[in-house]
């Protein structure tokens, strides 16, 4: 089975402009979650989707959103970008199963400058 | 609220020994959910184990180990006979039943560095 894919790996922005981040998950899975790591923040919970409904979200401002459509693919979307919005964005996916482990993408790097 | 602390930053050991990370958790909830997972230099991060509150049974594969104790709110995992390809960054990440999803909260990570 193919794991969990993020497009695209590296992204550089300008601060002010809007970025969109997609990842596809594993085939069957349900449940798609986002995070982003940094290093002063370290692992922070974005928000989930399951069934293309937004399940829970972390304390992130509005300009992060997302969405997920009927094949489980997931986009998140981040909106007049900062320069504190510099990380790498991981994706996992599960069945979406309460406790089941979550398997993670390989990020996107994203730059803002 | 949920918290995990991994209060080892980085540890250094040489290869063949044997190192233990530790994992302090706090919730609230009867019901929960550990896991361990190892980011190497790629960044992806690698699931290695889940454990539910219920189960308290320590658990062993291969040259890893993990040690659930409820009474001291404690996840710990054991490398033995290290190598230099466990060289990764190291999380321990908790999930409640209560939390709508499959939110993880996670802890800062540990830095392992194997030196041959």
């Known amino acids: 089975k193919a794991g969990v894919t993020q497009t695209p790996r590296y992204l550089i922005k300008t601060r002010g402009q809007q970025v969109t981040l997609s990842c596809s998950p594993i085939s069957g899975h349900r449940s798609v979650s986002w995070y982003q790591q940094t290093p002063g923040q370290g692992l922070q919970f974005l928000f989930e989707y399951f069934s293309e409904t937004q399940r829970n979200k972390g304390n992130f401002p509005g300009r992060f959103s997302g969405r997920q459509f009927s094949n489980s693919r997931s986009e998140m979307n981040v909106s007049t970008l900062e320069l504190g919005d510099s990380a790498l964005y991981l994706c996992?996916?599960?069945?979406?199963?309460?406790?089941?482990?979550?398997?993670f993408g390989p990020g996107t790097r994203l730059t803002v400058t | 609220a949920q918290k995990v602390t991994q209060a080892q930053t980085e540890i250094s050991v040489v290869e063949k020994e044997d190192v233990t990370l530790d994992c302090v958790y706090e919730t609230r909830d009867t019901t929960y959910y550990l896991f361990w997972y190892k980011q190497p230099p790629s960044g992806e991060l690698v699931f290695l184990i889940r454990r539910n509150s219920f189960d308290e049974q320590n658990e062993i594969s291969g040259r890893y180990s993990w040690n659930f104790q409820k009474s001291t709110s404690s996840f710990n995992f054991t490398i033995t006979a290290s190598q230099v390809v466990d060289s990764a960054v190291y999380f321990c990440?908790?999930?409640?039943?209560?939390?709508?999803?499959?939110?993880?909260?996670f802890g800062t990570g540990t830095r392992l560095a194997v030196r041959p």
């Open positions: 996992a996916s599960s069945l979406g199963l309460r406790g089941v482990e979550q398997y």
């Open positions: 990440a908790l999930s409640e039943e209560k939390s709508s999803g499959d939110k993880l909260t």
